[in-house]
Each structure stands twice: as C-alpha cells, then as structure tokens.
C-alpha cells in the first residue's frame, strides 16, 4: 500500500541545515510528485516545495534561498535540506504525495536548540 | 502570494446543525481544495476540485464557490466531524493554505 515516512534529526542547532528524507513505498517518484509542508505546533500549513515527476522542483518563494529538494528514484527517497534554521523553523514537517496530497507521512518533528 | 482567509476561525457546532466554512482568497483562484486535521494527526485530503469528495468523505460534506469566494458545507454535523479544516489553492505559486477553522462539538 501507498506510504511515506519522514526521517531526520529531532534537533537542529540554530544557523545549521536541516536534512530529511521522505522514504516513500507503493508508488513511484516518477509516477507522482512528493510536497514538503510545515506545521508549527499550534499553527497552520505553509506549503514548502514539490519535486515533480521529472524531477525539476518549485519552491516557496519565502524560503527559496534556503532550501533544496531533490530525490533518489531508485531508493524511492525524497530529501529536503533546509539551511540557515532559526526558531522560526520549529515545526512538523509533512511530505505528502501527489496534486492532490492524497497520502500524507506521519510527520517528524522539528526543534532549533544550541 | 494569494492569501486565503478562512472563516470563522473557531467555531461549535450543535449534531445534527448546518456548518458553513468561508475561505476567501485575495486573488481569483480556478479551484479550491480542502483537508481535514484531527489533533495529533496527519492532515487527510476531503474535497478537491473545488466540490469533489475525497474517498471515503461522507455526503454530508459538500464544497463550492468561485473565483475569491469558496465554502465548505456540513448539512448535518456529527460528532467525528470535529476537527480544523484548512483550504488550499493550486493556482498559482506558491501553494498557499488559510489559516485554518476549528471545528467544536457543541
């Protein structure tokens, strides 16, 4: 069955990368495309970027020149590095599959600590 | 940036009463999309399209609207309906949700 699952680090200290990967199982990376989205607790969704099926990416203006999406067709991996994190970067963070984000990941929870 | 604006932002809803959902967007928009999110949970796809069901959504859910103005209807509220629903809009870049409107049992 479809499923994506998020990995990476719990903690990040502040002005450092953050690195996640989406392993994706049941579909192909070449058949749908993956989004990140972000969710501070308590708050709303701010979508991130997508990486299509091609593989070229689009991303959110508002973090455009930190971030970077890419994948790994033949590990079905999608990753997200995001640089310079502040506070402001606390978050859950989603990939979730396709136009439609018919299939979300359970999510990994982000903290920016020294 | 298209801003979308939900309203309200909280609300309470007695079982059995009428829920209308507002989600306002500052530009024209072709559709309007909708998700589900429970406490704790991964947000879950419900309306796409502006009015088309996700699986497993039940009739009692329904979507409409144009351009700048699209709703999310309840016709009968039941107790799993609690939970926030936000709005998404694929029409122009970047993807943008609302801010989202919690939905109590009353």
């Known amino acids: 069955q479809v499923q994506l699952k998020e990995s990476g680090p719990g903690l990040v200290q502040p002005s450092q990368t953050l690195s996640l990967t989406c392993t994706v199982s049941g579909f192909s990376l070449t058949s749908y495309n993956v989004h990140w989205v972000r969710q501070p607790t308590g708050k709303g969704l701010e979508w991130m970027g997508v990486i299509w099926t091609g593989g070229s990416t689009d991303y959110n203006s508002a973090l455009k020149s930190r971030l970077s999406i890419s994948r790994d067709t033949s590990k079905s991996q999608v990753f997200l590095k995001m640089n310079s994190l502040q506070t402001e970067d606390i978050a859950t963070y989603y990939c979730?599959?396709?136009?439609?984000?018919?299939?979300w990941g359970q999510g990994v929870m982000v903290t920016v600590s020294s | 940036e298209i801003v979308l604006t939900q309203s309200p932002t909280t609300m309470a809803a007695s079982p059995g009463e009428k829920v209308t959902i507002t989600c306002r967007a500052s530009s024209s928009v072709s559709y309007m999309h909708w998700f589900q999110q429970k406490s704790g949970t991964s947000p879950k796809p419900w309306i796409y399209?502006?009015?088309k069901l996700a699986s497993g959504v039940p009739d009692r859910f329904s979507g409409s609207g144009s351009g700048t103005s699209y709703s999310l209807t309840i016709s009968s509220m039941e107790a799993e309906d609690a939970a926030t629903y936000y709005c998404?809009?694929?029409?122009?870049?970047?993807?943008?949700f609302g801010g989202g409107t919690k939905l109590e049992l009353k």
């Open positions: 998404l809009q694929r029409s122009s870049y970047p993807w943008t």
């Open positions: 399209d502006t009015s």
């Open positions: 979730a599959r396709g136009r439609r984000f018919d299939y």
